[in-house]
């Protein structure tokens, strides 16, 4: 894993993914970055800084998709420079890799897509750390395969990060028993937030349990995770995306220390 600008490797504590789900503008994105850099320096925490510079997989048409793929990606890059920290982004079509990867550290695949070869292999073959999200439909061993297309492609810096499994139409579950299974493969994160939504709502808009974070994110740091994936805003209510499941940034530092405890007294086993 070879990722610019990622201090605290050897802490031994676990790799935080966080920030909005979407770059809706440029202060938004700093104050959310600021706050994180902050809590992830005072507990040591290795940080990459996440939000997505267009949401191309959305329930409705008129659903908010992006404010402009270059404007979206040259905040991530402010944000980059400016906090020296590096940033992830997702992608939707093999065409954004080389893009997207003139701006960010870190190129991710939605979990909906991450068969999609010609997608993987783009992303793989900018030479960026590529985060795969395991599809709601997928076994933790299919995974293997994706990460092989990576490798395949001359990219050893490969990730895994579990967003849950459908557990019949409008819900998710996490199946811990697959964490040893995909660690042995790649290093595996765990999406907390997006573990608990509650997808195909009547409303078009998918649901969440916020509520959950905590119990999930330490269910994830007892089973050793390598990392924890939590997409966090100021205002969640009010958020152009994913508001429903998102973490509450104010509630953050505290989740984080219990977190760290929990890391701590786990390195000790």
């Given amino acids: 894993m070879n990722i610019p600008k990622l201090k605290y490797l050897d802490s031994n504590n676990f790799i935080l993914i966080a920030g909005p789900c979407a770059i809706e503008g440029e202060e938004m994105a ?3 970055a600021e706050k994180i850099l902050n809590i992830s320096n005072k507990y040591n925490i290795p940080f990459i800084f996440k939000g997505s510079f267009k949401k191309a997989n959305r329930s409705r048409l008129d659903s908010f998709t992006g404010i402009g ?11 980059s420079a400016h906090f020296d920290i590096p ?3 997702d992608i939707h079509e093999a065409k954004d890799a080389e893009l997207a990867a003139k ?9 909906f897509l991450v068969r999609q ?3 993987v292999v783009a992303a793989a073959k900018t030479g960026k750390t590529v985060n795969l999200k395991k599809g709601q439909f997928m076994s933790p061993e299919s995974m293997k395969y994706a990460v092989q ?8 810096n490969v990730l895994i990060t579990d967003r849950g499994t459908m557990f019949g139409y409008h819900d998710m579950v996490v199946d811990f028993r697959g964490i ?18 509650k997808p195909n709502q009547t409303s078009g808009v998918t649901g969440g349990v916020p509520e959950m974070i905590e119990t999930i994110a330490r269910a994830g740091v007892v089973n050793n995770i390598d990392g924890l ?14 508001g429903a499941n998102m973490l509450d940034l104010e509630l953050l530092e505290g989740l984080i220390s219990n977190l760290v405890d929990i890391r701590k007294t786990i390195n000790n086993f």
């Fill in 180 to 197: 040893p299974t995909m660690k042995s493969i790649a290093p595996t994160i765990l999406d907390v937030t997006h573990s608990l939504q």
């Fill in 117 to 119: 070869t010609d997608l």
């Fill in 69 to 79: 793929d270059i404007k979206a990606l040259e905040i991530l890059e402010k944000v």
């Fill in 103 to 111: 701006y960010v550290d870190v190129l991710q695949i939605p979990a």
């Fill in 229 to 242: 994936f939590i997409e966090t805003h100021f205002d969640p209510k009010n958020a152009k995306s994913d």
């Fill in 30 to 32: 700093f104050k959310i």
């Fill in 149 to 156: 297309k990576v490798k395949d492609s001359n990219n050893n």
């Fill in 87 to 89: 940033t992830i982004t």
